[in-house]
C-alpha cells in the first residue's frame, strides 16, 4: 500500500465504495430517531451529527473485513452504523469548548455552536445509547455472540479506551512526551475503536481462532497510521474541520518532523498490509479502500 496510485481508476471498485456508503448512510438514517417537533433538539442534533459528510471508514471497514471473513451483510451493516454512531457521539464531545474547542466538523458548524452545549452533550449521550440499543437488536446472531458485541464496544469507549485516551491527550500532550507515550495515547484515542471493529468482524464470521490476533495486529497499525495521518494533515485547508487544533501539543509532528512522520505512517502501511495478506487469502477490497483514505499521505518516504 502506497500513496501512488489512486484507486480510483477501477470504475467497479469505485462504484462497489459508493453503493456501500449509500447503503450505510440509509440504514444510519432508518436507526437514528426522528424529531417529534422542533423542540426536540436532541433527536435532531443526533441526526445532524451522526449524518453528516464523513468518510464512514469505520463502518466500511467492519463490512468489507467481516464480508471477506464469509460474516451476513445485515449484521455486519448494523454494527458499522452502531460503530459511526459511537464515532459520532466522540466528535461532538471532542469539539466541545472543554475539550477541542472546536467551530468546523465534517464542513458544518460543530453541534454545540448549533445547539448549544446542553444538547451537544445530551445528544452524544443519546447516540452512545442507540448504539448499544441497536446492537443488542441484531438479529440472527447466537446470544453469547450479541453479548460479546455489546462488551467490546463497551471496553472500546470506557475508561481503558477512548475515554483515557481523550483525556491523555487533553492533560498528557500539554508537556513533552516520549514516542511511546503518544504511541500509546494515539492507540487508545483512534486504534481501539479500529481493534473493537476488527474483533466485531471476526465474532460474526466463521473465520479460524488465529486470524483473530492478525486481525488485532492489522487495528494496531491502523490506528497508529489514521492518527499520524491525521496530525499530517493538521495544518491542511479543505479538510472540513478546524486547522491547527495541535499546535502547541506534544504529537509525532512536534517530536519528529513531517519527514519522520511520512516514513512512520508508511511503516505501520506497510504492516498493516502484511497482516491484510495473512489474514485474507484474496484481499482486494479492504487494501483499495485504504489506498483511498491514505492517498496523498506518503510522499516523501
Ligand atoms: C463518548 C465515544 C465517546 C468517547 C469519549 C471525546 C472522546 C472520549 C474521545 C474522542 C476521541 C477522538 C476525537 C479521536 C479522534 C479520532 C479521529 C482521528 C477522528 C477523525 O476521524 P475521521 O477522519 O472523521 O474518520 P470523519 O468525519 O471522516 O468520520
Known amino acids: 500500500m502506497t500513496a501512488d496510485t489512486p ?21 444510519l438514517d432508518a436507526l437514528l430517531p426522528v424529531a417529534s417537533n422542533e423542540r426536540d433538539l436532541v433527536a435532531t442534533a443526533m441526526r445532524d451529527g451522526a449524518l453528516a459528510p464523513g ?3 469505520r463502518p466500511i471497514l467492519l463490512i468489507l473485513a467481516s464480508n471477506g471473513l464469509g460474516a451476513s451483510d445485515q449484521a455486519a451493516l448494523d454494527l458499522g452504523c452502531a460503530v459511526e454512531m459511537v464515532h459520532a457521539a ?9 475539550m477541542d474547542n472546536a467551530k468546523l466538523r465534517r464542513g458544518r458548524v460543530t453541534t454545540h455552536l448549533a445547539y448549544g452545549e446542553d444538547v451537544a452533550i445530551l445528544a452524544a449521550v443519546a447516540l452512545l445509547s442507540r448504539a448499544f440499543a441497536v446492537v443488542a437488536g441484531i438479529e440472527g446472531l447466537k446470544p453469547s455472540i450479541r453479548t460479546q458485541l455489546v462488551e467490546i464496544m463497551a471496553n472500546a469507549i470506557g475508561a481503558h479506551g477512548l475515554a483515557r485516551g481523550q483525556l491523555q491527550d487533553l492533560r498528557d500532550g500539554l508537556h513533552p512526551r516520549t514516542a511511546e507515550e503518544i504511541a500509546a495515547t494515539n492507540n487508545l ?8 471493529i476488527m474483533d466485531m468482524a ?13 486481525l488485532q495486529c492489522f487495528a494496531l497499525e491502523l490506528g497508529q497510521a ?14 472540513a474541520k478546524d486547522q491547527g487544533k495541535d499546535d502547541g501539543k506534544s504529537t509525532f509532528m512536534a517530536l519528529c518532523g513531517e519527514d519522520e512522520v511520512k516514513r512512520r505512517l508508511q ?14 487469502a484474496q484481499d482486494d477490497y479492504i487494501s483499495r479502500f485504504l489506498q483511498l483514505i491514505f492517498v496523498k ?5
Do not use: N, W
Request: proline residues 6%; aromatic residues 6%; negative net charge.
Open 267 to 280: 511503516e505501520h502501511l506497510d504492516k498493516a498490509r502484511a497482516c491484510l495478506a495473512d489474514a485474507y
Open 297 to 301: 499521505a506518503v510522499t516523501c518516504a
Open 90 to 98: 466522540s466528535l461532538v464531545l471532542d469539539d466541545m469548548p472543554c
Open 226 to 239: 489514521f492518527q499520524l495521518y491525521d496530525d499530517l494533515h493538521d495544518h491542511s485547508p479543505g479538510t
Open 55 to 57: 468518510k464512514r471508514m
Open 7 to 27: 484507486a480510483t481508476s477501477d470504475t467497479g471498485f469505485t462504484e462497489h465504495m459508493a453503493l456501500l456508503r449509500h447503503t450505510i448512510e440509509s440504514r
Open 189 to 196: 484515542k483512534t486504534g481501539v475503536l479500529f481493534s473493537a
Open 202 to 214: 471476526y465474532l460474526i464470521s466463521d473465520a479460524p481462532p488465529p486470524t483473530r490476533a492478525v
